[in-house]
């Protein structure tokens, strides 16, 4: 069955949000850039992970199925990074692993033009979403690069689970994630106490279970690769629903 689909320039909705539910969300599913909008830089850097999450919205939408959606953002994260809060450094980077963005020196009347147009009806709709359908768990979904640009230490770990204070299902999580031979980030390759803004204020602010999780790019980069982890995936979470009871 194909899933329903609702589109904006802002987002994506795969499949039917349903109560007690899964939701996964992709802050950097796109590398869509509006109209009007010019980064000032060359196209292939927009296929690059400083523009998109290489491969997340393929695995999204893999896992589509009875009782599970997905809620895809509809632009780069060089334009406006939904995962981030308002004022913080790099919403609107200048320069992205070395790489110079001459077109978001737009000043404080400019940034706030994006926050108006992009980030705040963004997180609106998808707050409105979340109180209509209250899903038992959000799956905030990303990739890293296997290594920076501008860092020669490599990321050995296939998966990382993030968190800030609630850990509930990260907890039940990396146990499960382990026990298939993974290697598995505990707040790796980055601590979700310092980059989970999207769950900060969609989930933990409200109590909602959910599991922030990042995977290695290589991982996902061919369509074998985003199926074996979309069934991982969808697998993981319904074990991780059950034991959250």
């Known amino acids: 069955m194909t899933p329903s689909v609702?589109?904006?320039?802002?987002?994506?909705?795969?499949?039917?949000?349903?109560?007690?539910?899964?939701?996964?969300?992709?802050?950097?599913?796109?590398?869509?850039?509006?109209?009007?909008?010019?980064l000032g830089i060359p196209a292939e850097l927009m296929n690059q992970h400083i523009a998109i999450d290489i491969g997340v919205a393929e695995v999204a939408e893999r896992m589509i199925a009875p009782g599970t959606s997905a809620w895809l953002a509809g632009i780069s994260r060089l334009v406006c990074d939904l995962n981030r809060d308002i004022g913080m450094p790099g919403m609107f980077p200048a320069v992205s692993d070395g790489y110079a963005i001459p077109g978001n020196d737009i000043g404080d009347d400019g940034r706030a033009a994006r926050v108006a147009e992009y980030f705040n009806p963004y997180h609106v709709a998808l707050e409105n979403l979340l109180e209509e359908t209250a899903p038992a768990l959000i799956v905030s979904l990303h990739s890293f690069t296997?290594?920076?640009?501008?860092?020669?230490?490599?990321?050995?770990?296939?998966?990382?689970?993030?968190?800030?204070?609630d850990d509930r299902a990260a907890r039940i999580a990396i146990p499960l994630l382990e026990a298939e031979g993974l290697t598995v980030g505990d707040q790796e390759p980055y601590s979700g106490r310092i980059l989970n803004a999207s769950m900060n204020r969609h989930a933990e602010g409200h109590g909602r279970a959910y599991l922030s999780i990042e995977i290695r790019q290589d991982q996902i980069t061919d369509a074998a690769g985003q199926a074996l982890w979309a069934e991982r995936l969808g697998r993981l979470c319904g074990e991780v629903v059950a034991k959250l009871g």
């Open 146 to 165: 296997p290594g920076l640009a501008t860092c020669d230490k490599p990321r050995p770990w296939e998966i990382g689970i993030l968190y800030n204070e």
């Open 6 to 38: 609702k589109n904006t320039e802002l987002y994506r909705l795969l499949g039917a949000p349903v109560k007690g539910g899964v939701l996964v969300i992709a802050d950097h599913a796109s590398n869509h850039v509006p109209e009007g909008i010019d």
